[in-house]
């Protein structure tokens, strides 16, 4: 779960990690007063969940309260586009108004779980402030890594390490190692996915402080933080993806037009491939899971049909816990009351399969089904 760059503050904040000083404004009437409070000369952030807003024009940097006033206004009830956002942009329903910084370096600090290794991983990079993607392809040995053994914990030697190895001035160490286990005590604490400053900015009087900050949330760790729950923001993220979410669904939007629909994230990982075999993209990642009642199916098959970019559908059904008849069951209530436009592939195996082919056969669906995922590849190159 992504959260707001505000509210990421707010969490750094708490754990001891130096941030701006500012205020969420929703009116352009309170970005007005946080500026007369902070002092007039402010920056002015969109608070979108996507990268880019500088270059989009989603932060401004303003010298009055007048020119905060003008700036949220020119922002906020606007949908903003950058180049992590679909062509027609993000709601911005929150701007961050806070006080400017005379920054004499930038640095990137971020924390993730690196999946070969097993264990978090810090990077650190003195190219703070610029797109990290760019900076990893383009120049990798600016980029310090250190593992952190989940049992033993980060230590002191680690935090030193990246602070010398980012040639932070001796006087600013201790700072340094502090903000690094600061935001890894943030990283666990939180069960976080990612927890970034970009940039780190050393301020011309030696203060380091995180200008911006970006957490994201391990959705499977959110029944530990029922706190955590408020701070969802579902006008950016994508529709079907919240329906998913609220209906107990594994769902990624994707950018192909093959629906698909499988009980097993494996196993859709497979379908995927089955897919790109057949020179065609998925449009979604759907998993109903292994013991998805006859609703679950319906629902999940409805997001499918909800979405415009889906021509064709795949269904990948290996019958176990999940009964093939019950899913078929799913699938022709899903589809009850409203006109098939799309054609649909199901490969069914295991339990109950008979019972569950019996059951598309004999709704007034128009099924191709088939025995094995070659058949289905070519049954969707046909379907095009």
């Known amino acids: 779960m992504k959260i707001h760059e505000y509210q990421a ?5 708490a ?5 701006s000083k500012g205020g969420v404004a929703k009116t352009p009437k309170e970005a007005q007063i946080l500026a007369e409070q902070i002092g007039g000369k402010v920056v002015v952030k969109a608070q979108i969940h ?4 500088g270059v989009a024009g989603g932060v401004k940097l303003v010298n009055s309260p007048q020119e905060a006033y003008d700036a949220a206004d020119a922002l906020l009830g606007k949908n903003l586009v950058t180049h992590q956002t679909g ?6 329903q929150n701007v961050l108004v806070e006080e400017t910084a005379e920054v004499s370096k930038e640095y990137y600090l971020a924390i993730v779980v690196d999946s070969d290794a097993k264990t978090p991983v810090i990077m650190a990079s003195e190219a703070g402030g610029m797109d990290i993607e760019e900076i990893a392809s383009t120049s990798p040995e600016k980029i310090l890594k250190v593992s952190v053994d989940p049992i033993v914990g980060l230590q002191g030697y680690q935090c030193r390490t990246l602070a010398y190895g980012l040639n932070i001035p001796a ?5 340094a190692t502090s903000i690094i286990t600061n935001l890894y005590n943030v990283f666990q604490g939180k069960d976080c996915s990612l927890a970034e400053i970009n940039p780190l900015a050393m301020t011309i009087d030696g203060q380091l402080i995180a200008l911006d900050a970006k957490l994201n949330l391990d959705d499977d760790s959110l029944f530990r933080h029922p706190e955590s729950s408020s701070l969802r923001d579902k006008e950016q993220e994508d529709p079907l993806e919240v329906e998913a979410i609220d209906a107990g669904i594994a769902y990624i939007k994707l950018d192909g037009d093959v629906g698909c629909m499988v009980n097993g994230a494996g196993l859709a990982m497979a379908t995927m491939d089955s897919i790109y075999l057949a020179n065609a993209m ?11 009642s006859e609703e679950q199916v319906a629902q999940a098959f409805r997001l499918i049909l909800s979405d415009p970019s889906v021509k064709r559908i795949l269904v990948n059904i290996f019958g176990g816990i999940l009964r093939c008849d019950v899913a078929a069951k799913g699938i ?7 006109k098939q436009t799309v054609p649909i592939v199901v490969r069914m195996l295991g339990t109950n399969v008979e019972e569950g082919k019996e059951i598309l056969n004999a709704s007034e669906l128009s099924v191709t089904l088939v025995d ?3 058949e289905a590849a070519e049954a969707i190159k046909q379907s095009a």
């Open 9 to 13: 503050k707010e969490i750094l904040t």
């Open 15 to 19: 754990y001891g990690i130096p941030t």
């Open 50 to 53: 996507a990268g880019g807003r």
């Open 87 to 92: 062509a027609s942009g993000v709601p911005v």
């Open 171 to 175: 006087d600013s160490i201790r700072s």
């Open 282 to 292: 998925p449009a979604n990642f759907l998993d109903v899971g292994g013991g998805a």
């Open 332 to 338: 022709v209530e899903a589809c009850t009351g409203i």
């Open 372 to 374: 094995d995922m070659k």
